[in-house]
């Protein structure tokens, strides 16, 4: 059995590259390897894409928008003067709608000479507190052609301008005790716009979502960020008409006429508010995770096609998301992925190149991050890690990306299980609350050493559970590369949702 | 030596000083370096006025990056600790303080004279974000010479030496160009344009409509661009005017359009407005005059069946002279077929006359 797994996966790996690796006799599985940009560009890097043709265009956030032809290195400017574009989509190599703080805009090259003549203005209907605050994100283009967007809360910290775009309602300032607001409409929100224009306010209760993601199965994903009301940063399925947790956006809501909604009873808001389908938890896995992205590669950047992977500000590191249907809703968990390595700090934007390379641009702002361009090349050396957890009645089931070593695999040392939650509140950020050892009960090791089955002492909604691995080994010797990963408990295989703690996040 | 701040407090009376030093944006202490005299008594304060976490760790001479680096190695056990490693190199410690919040520690300074750094030693914050306590009695050394503090514009926006637009790009920016950017006296969603012959307006994407002009150097973006951009632009030159009306274009004299901005063309470089007033586009495009004195402004309203009127202040810094219509005090009026295209010239008073 162990020898057929081998040939299983060398002849995946085969056909699924169907092109020769960049580097065959690497040691390693992945390579980071660095894009130069221009001189003279500050490379805060606002968002990436392919163009139909395989080359790069990217924006940054002194409002260039770029485009880098991989064969021959050489960049070229395309538009120039926008607005901290923090997001851009290609149309076609002479169409590309960037996401810049005051609009969507869609530029266009009508002249052939290779730059953007026309900066037209796809959607600006949503409002600005002028607050540094205010970002904006996306887009992304579902199957139907319909585009998304997010708003920024603005920050306390940051000021309401003397005039502002769109109607100012002052129900949350001044906003105390201190939170993100929502002075001018649609902040805190992810809006639709149809392909016929039509700009849908679409869901609420975003902070911070500076991520969006159409999977290929047509569902939206959107991160958002750890600070007030938000215990740690999540990652969330997104669907029409439902609130994300932060209260400050639903006094854009049609009718609002509650005041302050940060005032209303928490449980209210609790009862009200949709879960994360992961959670990752702050400091270890991720402060502040940015774009994810869904590996469409079909093998060609290894052996995670399917998965989501997602940028991380403030450590060298992309982490990678494992979902699964239990009872019909996602949820899941995360392991880092690239991790160090040469990546830098700041991962802001993520694109697959049509090679199968993930290109990640980098930002700082004023945070902890850093500026550039790298590249990540899956060698085609297949890695030693955990390929998905799966929740079962009783505990995880672990696969792996080749076979293991039984010895270390059956070893009761090398599962340091622990469980703790976060909490929705309105303070900033969230403790670890009721952070516990979780024993193992008992590990059954798969026929084909790829997977084991690890039985809990307890498993409960509500709570994360967090796994970090000893030294457990492949059967080549080689040692696991990545051995936290923390999967968040929505819902038990029996459907269960009792004795979750009530304000777990 | 320990984590807790209440284990080194004791009497206020007997301290004699006390310092505050806040955590801000770009993370930074807005203190980078504090004297103490050997064995003094210190109130220290650490106020977050950022929007992230952060703490405070003082550790012993010239172990600042260990300390750090033993921070990182923390891992899972980072937020139970505070992200303050358990070493004899940390002298005293305050724990993570969120936005807004302050926290203080009261200690006795060491005997010993030396250079005692602190670090936030929050993940990925300890490269840049720190100071240096200095026990001394003598003069510090000069604080651009200090090796004790970050470099300053650690976060390496690569403008400090240039205040200029010029070399904030990878290419040269020759007028005509233009920056989407805040600025002073307008709403949120401004445009910035810097023309030839030493001359610049704001134009608002939000009210759609030319705000002011100035005359002299563009911006000085560096306020701007650095860090979270959360300041105007400044202008570098004197307005000469200034939209005073409610709104200039309309189809009424008495009512202000309902306005929508749809983008721009650049023509030459130069940008050529597309709003629409009352839903019927309009077409701007500003030129500067060649002598310097004033701009060009072109319009365009191909659907208008009716008569237009543009409206100014006496005030305004400026004197209009238009292709079409007829001036009528303070309003020229056009006639829908004037309205389809048309040139209005303004020209600096002082220079007219």
Partial sequence: ?505 | MGYSQLSFAQGEEEIKRKIEIKAIGGLKFDLTRIKLKPGERIKLTLTNADDMDHNLVITKPGARQEVVDASYKLGENGPKQNYIPKSDKVLWSLRIVTPGQSAYIIFQAPMKEDVYPYVCTFPGHGLVMYGAMYVTTKDLPPLEKDPNVPPANALGSGTEHDHSAKDLHPYKTTPPYMYRIFMPDAGPAAIAVSLPNQLSYCWDAGSCRLRYAWQGEFLDPKNYFDKKAEKYANIMGTVFYRDKTTFPLKFSPEKNPVVDFKGYKLIDRYPEFHYTIDGRDVYELIKPKEDGSGLIRSFKVPEATRSLFFVFNDSDGVEYTSSKGTVNGNQINLTADDAHEFVIIMTKKETAK
């Avoid at chain 1, 960049?75 to 703080?101: C, D, N, R, Y």
């Fill in chain 1, 1 to 505: 059995m162990r020898k057929l797994g081998n040939w299983v996966i060398l002849a995946v790996l085969m056909t699924s590259c169907g092109k020769k690796s960049e580097y065959p006799d690497a040691k390693v599985s992945y390579i980071v390897e660095a894009i130069e940009t221009p001189p003279g560009l500050n490379a805060e890097t606002g968002g990436i894409a392919f163009l139909p043709d395989g080359r790069l265009v990217a924006c940054f956030l002194r409002g260039e928008v770029m485009i880098y032809n991989p064969e021959t290195k050489a960049w070229k400017l395309f538009a120039e003067g926008l607005h901290e574009p923090l997001g851009v989509l290609p149309v076609t190599e002479s169409e590309i709608l960037v996401m810049q703080k005051p609009e969507l805009t869609r530029l266009k090259d009508t002249d052939g000479d290779g730059q953007a003549d026309v900066y037209e203005t796809a959607t600006d209907n949503f409002g600005m507190a002028g607050n540094y605050h205010e970002w904006t994100y996306g887009p992304v283009k579902d199957r139907d052609g319909n585009l998304f967007i997010s708003f920024n809360t603005a920050s306390e910290w940051g000021i309401i301008m003397d005039e502002v775009r769109g109607k100012l309602d002052t129900t949350l300032v001044p906003f105390t005790p201190k939170q993100k607001f929502a002075a001018v409409p649609y902040r805190g929100w992810v809006a639709k716009l149809t392909p016929s224009g039509e700009f849908i306010p679409y869901a609420y209760g975003f902070r911070s979502p500076s991520g969006l993601l159409i999977t290929p199965d047509n569902e939206l994903f959107v991160a958002d960020n750890q600070g007030d009301w938000v215990g740690t940063s999540p990652l969330f399925k997104v669907e029409q008409n439902k609130f994300y947790g932060h209260p400050a956006s639903m006094i854009w809501l049609p009718g609002w006429n509650k005041g302050d909604p940060s005032k209303l009873p928490v449980e209210g808001l609790n009862a009200e508010r949709q879960r994360a389908v992961v959670q990752f938890p702050y400091g270890t896995m991720a402060a502040s995770p940015t774009q994810p992205i869904y590996d469409v590669t079909d093998g060609a950047f290894g052996p995670f096609a399917g998965q989501i992977l997602i940028g991380e500000m403030n450590q060298e590191r992309i982490i990678r998301v494992m979902l699964e249907k239990v009872s019909g809703v996602w949820q899941g968990a995360c392991i880092p992925f690239i991790d160090k390595h040469g990546l830098r700090k700041g991962n802001n934007r993520l694109a697959f190149s049509p090679d199968g390379s993930l290109y990640v641009g980098q930002v700082q702002h004023g945070y902890i991050g850093d500026t550039g361009i790298q590249r990540i090349v899956f060698t085609g050396k297949d890695p030693v890690d955990i390929h998905s957890m799966n929740i079962t009645d009783e505990g995880f089931d672990l696969h792996f990306t080749q076979p293991m070593d039984e010895a270390t695999l059956r070893d009761t040392s090398n599962y340091h299980f622990r469980h703790y939650y976060y909490e929705y509140h309105l303070k900033y950020g969230s403790d670890q609350f009721d952070v516990k050892k979780v024993g193992v009960k008992d590990i059954k090791v798969g026929d084909d050493g790829k997977t084991v089955k690890l039985k809990l002492e307890n498993l409960k909604p509500g709570y994360i559970y967090e796994l970090n691995m000893g030294e457990v080994r492949s059967e080549k010797g080689e040692v696991l590369e990545n051995r936290l990963v923390c999967y968040t408990v929505n819902l038990l295989r029996s459907g269960r949702k009792g004795g979750k703690p009530s304000l777990a996040y």
